[in-house]
């Protein structure tokens, strides 16, 4: 798979944020892979001090070392600037006009936060012990309402704006393991999981599988496979990204990120080319 000319990378983080390697380095390492895309996804600035992101004052660097790495593969392969652009209610949105300074080629949409009772800002995707603190500062322990929280997040995202791709999907699955915070076969999840997908449909956006939690030794993949084959089956354009953190991880995950789509009945996954988004077949293993 690692040398196939038929897979790409549009969610990668490098070192800007809080990737390792500067995007010449992942430009370099999708040469030498052999990708028929690349694209960088930083994390976007917020209006609340976060480590993880990228300053304001950071995006024209940004598009200064994109620009490097455009040279770097020497058109050996389309490179694309993205950012992976929060959605906090009310003050962060994966908008087209949010960062008006910085020409972008598409937009992730993603949700990091939730905030429960708390007045701050907690995360849903970090460490065991992060997510702990989250549960116990803004939901006293209450797993079903952190991510109702979350998944009404999306939803809203979804509702309100247009990202060109929906990032992990149900990434408060992450510390869930086998089911240590909540059932996620029970009724309540499926609905409001089932809700979150029709609203992907509806807002027409790309659904990426997720590889990211493979590397970080967690055995998740987003989406988990019903909710594939649900957005699958209402038409949902999929892509495979392995929101790579580092460039030798950039196609962590694929095989079973190919898998997956397989055993739902997906036949393409979409790339974005100088023309425009389309499809590759994903073909027989
Ligand atoms: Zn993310
Ligand atoms: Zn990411």
């Given at each position: 798979?690692?040398?196939?000319?038929?897979?790409?990378?549009?969610?990668?983080h490098?070192?800007?944020?809080d990737?390792e390697?500067?995007p010449?380095?992942?430009?370099?390492?999708a040469?030498?892979?052999?990708?028929?895309?690349?694209?960088?996804?930083?994390?976007?600035?917020?209006?609340?001090?976060?480590?993880?992101?990228?300053?304001?004052?950071?995006?024209?660097?940004?598009?200064?070392?994109a620009?490097?790495?455009?040279?770097?593969?020497?058109?050996k392969?389309?490179?694309?600037?993205g950012l992976?652009?929060?959605?906090?209610?009310?003050?962060v949105?994966?908008?087209?006009d949010?960062?008006?300074?910085?020409?972008l080629?598409?937009i992730?949409?993603?949700v990091?936060?939730?905030?429960?009772?708390?007045?701050?800002?907690?995360?849903?995707d970090?460490?065991?012990?992060?997510?702990?603190?989250?549960?116990?500062?803004?939901?006293?322990?209450?797993?079903?309402?952190l991510?109702?929280?979350?998944?009404?997040?999306?939803?809203?995202m979804?509702?309100?704006?247009?990202?060109?791709v929906?990032?992990?999907?149900?990434?408060?699955?992450?510390?869930?393991?086998?089911?240590?915070?909540f059932?996620?076969?029970?009724?309540?999840?499926?609905?409001?999981?089932?809700s979150v997908?029709?609203?992907a449909?509806?807002?027409?956006?790309?659904?990426?599988?997720?590889?990211?939690?493979?590397?970080?030794?967690?055995?998740?993949?987003?989406?988990?496979?019903?909710v594939?084959?649900?957005?699958?089956?209402?038409?949902v354009?999929?892509?495979v990204?392995?929101?790579?953190?580092?460039?030798?991880?950039?196609?962590?995950?694929y095989?079973?990120?190919?898998?997956l789509?397989?055993?739902?009945?997906?036949?393409d996954?979409?790339?974005?080319?100088?023309?425009?988004?389309?499809s590759?077949?994903?073909g027989?293993e």
């Amino acid at each position: 798979m690692s040398t196939d000319r038929t897979v790409a990378n549009f969610h990668t983080h490098c070192y800007l944020c809080d990737g390792e390697g500067a995007p010449a380095d992942y430009a370099r390492a999708a040469v030498e892979r052999g990708l028929v895309a690349l694209g960088f996804s930083s994390h976007a600035p917020l209006p609340f001090p976060v480590d993880w992101v990228m300053t304001r004052g950071g995006l024209s660097r940004y598009s200064e070392e994109a620009a490097r790495a455009v040279r770097v593969v020497d058109g050996k392969l389309p490179v694309f600037v993205g950012l992976e652009i929060d959605y906090v209610p009310d003050l962060v949105a994966p908008d087209g006009d949010a960062f008006p300074e910085i020409e972008l080629d598409y937009i992730i949409g993603s949700v990091h936060f939730v905030r429960g009772d708390a007045d701050e800002y907690l995360t849903v995707d970090g460490p065991i012990d992060e997510f702990l603190e989250t549960l116990d500062r803004g939901f006293s322990g209450d797993a079903k309402a952190l991510v109702g929280e979350y998944l009404a997040n999306i939803r809203s995202m979804l509702t309100n704006y247009r990202p060109d791709v929906l990032g992990h999907i149900d990434v408060v699955r992450k510390n869930n393991g086998e089911d240590r915070f909540f059932d996620s076969s029970a009724r309540w999840y499926r609905s409001e999981m089932m809700s979150v997908v029709e609203a992907a449909a509806k807002n027409g956006c790309i659904v990426e599988v997720n590889t990211g939690a493979l590397a970080r030794g967690k055995n998740v993949i987003y989406p988990e496979r019903w909710v594939a084959r649900e957005l699958v089956s209402r038409g949902v354009r999929m892509m495979v990204n392995s929101d790579a953190h580092r460039p030798d991880r950039l196609t962590f995950g694929y095989e079973e990120a190919f898998a997956l789509l397989r055993s739902v009945g997906c036949r393409d996954h979409w790339i974005l080319t100088h023309s425009g988004w389309r499809s590759l077949p994903i073909g027989d293993e």
